[in-house]
């Protein structure tokens, strides 16, 4: 078994956390501007939806690391302490991202929200004999109630991981891992709750009419695959840096590897696969209208993307061990699913239903002839790369800021020696 000398390690961040903190702050704010200067581009609605996609990007990173923080504690793993502090500080982020949060907020609580959610808007609702039964659950007022506890939830989980871990390192106390997993179980039984429940408020919601049981199961996947992705660079990175060198090896990438090709290709695929052949084998119109605008026009090439772009390519290059376990291979595979994940997400949140083109149409063919590119939300433009990446540089800011205040590994926590003499066989 192997032994890893931690004492020739850099395990602190130092002014590069600094660095990163202030640079990718400072970015993340100027984007966030010039994205509301270049809000003209689609017009003030196009642009509240975009804000809703980058925000949601943000949010299913944190989300993802929670789930991988939570699930080390529900399951006493060993293996992945020496990755864990990273996860808590990307989770973390559940502390402040409320504040992202804010100008969807203010739409909805100033009488505004149905230029972002159909449901939000008196006048049809009165007018629409679904969509007034649905009333009781989809209201402002419950849903700004479910959102504030929510955010209330997510920031009491990430804050109570983060803040026992370090405290552990600096009072060595091992009661403090025990604590952790103790209040696991219920934890991981609030995430799945919470998360579920945000899919189908700030994403299922869009379009009110529509609804299926697995969309919460796959905002989990898109989650995760985020999840990975991101700390697989971030921990490339790092080394690159100079820190966790010693401490984080390429047992650690090739089980992170694992994971991303476990969670965020295959499962992801099972689930999307699943819901779409449910669905479409079905043939409900009220259920197959959230298919229609995401395989007409622009959109089929996204669909097609994502299929290939998130389960054929990666599937290949993960498939065997050797990508898994060689950082520069792993990390840029990684990156890739950055791009897919966020291309993914923006496929969840953009695309609309021409309800009168639906009401109209007899067919499928007659159907295709009567929608419009716009019709269909279609609006690629600047402001949809720049919030994303602004709001990814703020995310990265956070953590810097979490991270520079203490070990970028667990020094204390009694499964430690096992991670660093961690091998795959």
Not at 8 to 33: C, E
Not at 286 to 305: A, D, H, K, N
């Amino acid at each position: 078994m192997k032994r890893i000398d931690l004492s020739r390690d850099n395990l602190a961040l130092g002014s590069f956390g600094g660095t990163v903190f202030v640079v990718s702050g400072v970015l993340g704010l100027a984007g966030l501007g010039a994205s509301y200067g270049l809000k003209g581009i689609g017009g003030s609605d196009a642009f509240m939806k975009s804000w809703l996609f980058a925000f949601l990007v943000v949010l299913a990173v944190c989300l993802g690391a929670l789930f991988f923080t939570i699930l080390q504690h529900l399951t006493k793993a060993g293996w992945s302490v020496a990755v864990r502090r990273i996860s808590e500080g990307i989770a973390v982020n559940l502390s402040w991202i409320w504040v992202l949060f804010i100008p969807i907020f203010v739409l909805m609580v100033t009488g505004n929200g149905g230029h972002l959610f159909p449901w939000a808007d008196p006048d049809l609702v009165a007018h629409d004999h679904l969509l007034h039964e649905k009333a009781p659950y989809l209201n402002v007022t419950f849903w700004s109630i479910r959102a504030v506890i929510l955010f209330v939830i997510w920031a009491l989980l990430a804050r109570f991981y983060f803040g026992l871990s370090c405290r552990q390192d600096s009072t060595g106390d091992a009661r403090s891992t025990t604590t952790m997993q103790w209040c696991a179980p219920l934890a991981m039984i609030l995430y799945a709750l919470t998360q579920t429940i945000a899919s189908y408020d700030w994403i299922m919601s869009l379009q009110p009419k529509w609804f299926s049981t697995m969309f919460g199961v796959y905002f989990f996947a898109v989650s995760v695959t985020g999840f990975f992705s991101c700390i697989l660079v971030l921990i490339f990175f790092l080394q690159k840096s100079g820190r966790v060198r010693e401490a984080i090896t390429r047992e650690h990438y090739h089980d992170l590897g694992k994971l991303l090709f476990g969670f965020g290709v295959v499962f992801w695929a099972y689930i999307g696969y699943s819901q779409y052949m449910l669905i479409w084998y079905a043939n409900i119109p009220i259920e197959t209208s959230w298919f229609f605008p995401r395989q007409l026009g622009s959109w089929y090439w996204v669909s097609m993307l994502l299929i290939y772009g998130h389960f054929i390519l990666p599937f290949l290059l993960l498939v065997t061990r050797w990508t898994k376990r060689f950082k520069g291979s792993i990390a840029l595979i990684a990156g890739w699913m950055i791009f897919i994940f966020c291309v993914d997400v923006y496929w969840l949140v953009i695309p609309s239903v021409p309800e009168v083109a639906l009401a109209g149409a007899e067919s499928y063919d007659q159907l295709v002839e009567a929608v419009t590119p716009a019709s269909l939300g279609w609006q690629l433009n600047a402001v949809d790369f720049l919030l994303p990446l602004s709001m990814l540089s703020l995310l990265l800011s956070g953590t810097m800021f979490s991270l520079r205040r203490c070990s970028l590994v667990p020094i204390s926590d009694p499964r430690l020696e096992e991670s660093l003499a961690f091998e795959n066989f």
